[in-house]
């Protein structure tokens, strides 16, 4: 792709590390809330936040195995993961290693319902269907379910799950509160969708952005992450955050490097590329200082 620097073939490109930052920021988000209501079950955290690695990079290693299974990635467009196309990796040996990660979360899962109870169970049960049936299986990538199921299971029940495993209890200001990350990490996905967009388009895949069309898709991307600087300042005002979470303003810095970079990502292949790397940042960041801003609202109230 000219403009992007190639990547490197192997298991550290399969695995994608640099993406596991959509399991962290929502344990972690869920974590914080947990911790500021009471909760210090602090080895409970450490297996939501194995557990949540583990699920995104079965979901990674799956999705690489499935496009190239499927025949979406060949030699001519082999996107960002050219471990199979280019008979780095074999096929089996992606397979069971994103099964072995869905196996070694499933065994987490059988911990964590000892230690709390069979109420984790439905979180646990729904994390491994949404990792494991991304492009294996049911294949519901094929059918535009990535997006809600991204929005649904990463953004939504990670950190409800992981606040349930910590007190027991659920937190409807919880859910509001993961809006906006949910819609972020959602953002990133969106646009690897936008990046896709012609191949997918041609292969038959019928994702949100290939439903929408190119421009009506890029909207949708650029409404997951500017509305996020909206829902907080609400949250505020209504009393659900502490006002300590303005500093995701910082954010905007990125927000804006992000939105720059869309008006050329349709004619101009690196800033197409550049779509998912810094909805990537952008959400790091604003999911960062989310929960610092309700760490240190706990720790430094100030009524208004």
Known sequence: ????????AG??????PWTLHGAVVPVLLGGAFAYIHGSQEWFL?????????????ACNLLNTYGDF???LDTEENHSRSPELVSGKLKPKHVFYAGMACLGITACLGIVMII?????????????LATAGMYTVGLRYKYFGLGLPSVFIAMGMLMPLG?????????????????????????????????????SDKEA????????????????????FNTLPFIIVPLLIVFGILPIHTLIVMFALYYWNIMYQNTKTARD?????????????KLNWVFGALLILGILFGNLFPITW
């Open 69 to 71: 299974e499927t025949g």
């Open 1 to 8: 792709m000219g403009g992007v620097k190639p990547v490197n």
């Open 162 to 198: 992981t606040y349930y495993l910590m007190t027991g209890d659920l937190s409807w200001e919880l859910a509001l509160i993961s809006l906006p990350n949910a819609m972020m990490i959602t953002a990133v996905l969106n646009g690897n969708e936008l990046r896709d967009f012609v």
């Open 45 to 57: 955290l450490i297996l939501a936040l194995i557990g949540g690695v583990l699920l995104q990079s």
């Open 268 to 280: 101009d292949r690196k800033s197409g590329f550049m779509l998912v790397p810094y909805a990537f």
């Open 11 to 16: 298991w550290f490109n399969a695995f994608r």
């Open 204 to 223: 038959g895949v019928k994702t949100v952005s290939v439903r929408l069309g190119y421009d009506r898709a890029m909207l949708l991307y650029r409404a």
């Open 115 to 127: 230690l709390t109870g069979w109420g984790i169970l439905v979180f646990g049960l729904a994390g």
